[in-house]
C-alpha cells in the first residue's frame, strides 16, 4: 500500500510497535528450557493483549501465531515441542493486523551463549538491514535494497538466500510490490513511491543460498543445511530518511 494520509502512519506505526514488542518480549524469553510452542503462546498472548491478530494464522492458517525456525530452519518454522537448547540460533517472526493495517518484523538469535561465528553473520545481517532501510528512498529503483544488502553480504564474507524476499504490506500481509529481491537485479526497473509500505527482510547465509521446504509443508531450511541469519523491519518509504515502524 502506500500511506498517503496521517491516518494510514498512525495506525501503521500502532501494529508497528505491537508486533516490535511482540518480538522484544519472545527474544528476552527465548531461554534454554523452553519450547518452541511456549514462546509462541508469549507472543500470541501479548498481541491479543495489545488487541493484535496474527497475520500468518489470519491469512494463511499458519499453525502458530509466529514463526519460530530453528538451524537450519530459516524461515516458517512451526512452533511445537522443541525444547530450545543453549548454543542453538533460532529466527522469531512476528507479524499482525490491527485496525486493518499490518506491520511484520523478525530477529535472530543465539540461544543463552556467545558463538563469535554465528555473531559474526548476525551483525553482518543486521547491518544489510540497516543498509537496505536507508537505500530506500523515493524516486529510487526498487534494486538498491537488493544491491545494498548484497553488497553488505560479499564484503563480510556471507551470501545471500536468493529464494527468499521481502514484500509490500499495509492492508495485507503480502502486498505488491511482490519479491523485493535480496540480490542485485539489474533488470528490475520498479521504482520506489512516496509512501510506499515495505518489508524489508535481509537474509544471510554461510553456504549456497537456496532453501528448501521441509516435509511439513512450511518450514525453509537451507540446502546445504548451513546457517543463516534474518533480520527484519517494516518502513514507510520517503524522500528522504525512511518511517521505520517498527523499531
Known amino acids: 500500500m502506500t500511506a498517503d494520509s496521517e491516518k494510514d502512519i498512525k495506525y501503521l506505526k500502532a501494529i508497528g510497535r505491537v508486533v516490535a514488542q511482540a518480538l522484544k518480549k519472545m527474544m528476552k524469553e527465548a531461554r534454554p528450557g523452553i519450547t518452541t510452542a511456549e514462546l509462541d503462546d508469549i507472543g500470541k498472548e501479548f498481541l491479543e493483549k495489545e488487541g493484535a491478530t496474527s497475520a500468518p494464522r489470519a491469512m494463511y492458517k499458519f499453525p502458530g501465531a509466529t514463526c519460530i525456525s ?4 530459516i524461515a516458517h518454522g512451526i512452533p511445537n515441542d ?3 537448547r543453549e548454543g542453538e540460533l533460532i529466527n522469531i517472526d512476528v507479524s499482525a493486523e490491527m485496525d486493518g493495517y499490518f506491520a511484520d518484523t523478525g530477529a535472530s538469535m543465539v540461544v543463552s551463549k556467545h558463538i563469535p561465528e554465528i555473531e559474526k553473520i548476525l551483525a553482518a545481517t543486521k547491518s544489510a538491514l540497516h543498509k537496505a532501510v536507508h537505500a530506500a528512498k523515493a524516486g529510487q529503483p526498487i534494486n538498491v535494497i537488493g544491491k545494498a544488502i548484497q ?3 560479499k564484503k563480510n564474507g556471507f551470501d545471500v538466500i536468493y529464494d527468499l524476499t521481502g514484500h509490500g504490506i499495509g492492508h495485507k500481509l503480502h502486498e505488491e510490490p511482490a519479491s523485493i529481491f535480496n540480490f542485485y537485479k ?9 509512501g510506499l509500505v515495505l518489508a524489508i527482510e535481509p537474509f544471510l547465509t554461510t553456504g549456497k ?12 531450511q537451507t540446502v546445504d543445511k548451513t546457517i543463516a541469519a534474518q533480520f527484519e523491519h ?6 528522504n530518511e525512511p518511517i521505520i515502524l517498527t523499531l
Open 82 to 84: 522443541h525444547v530450545l
Open 209 to 220: 543460498g537456496r532453501v528448501v521446504e521441509k516435509k511439513d509443508g512450511w518450514s525453509l
Open 151 to 153: 553488497q553488505e553480504a
Open 70 to 73: 530453528i538451524s537450519p530452519v
Open 186 to 194: 539489474p533488470d528490475d526497473r520498479r521504482i520506489l513511491n512516496e
Open 234 to 239: 517494516t518502513i514507510i518509504v520517503t524522500k
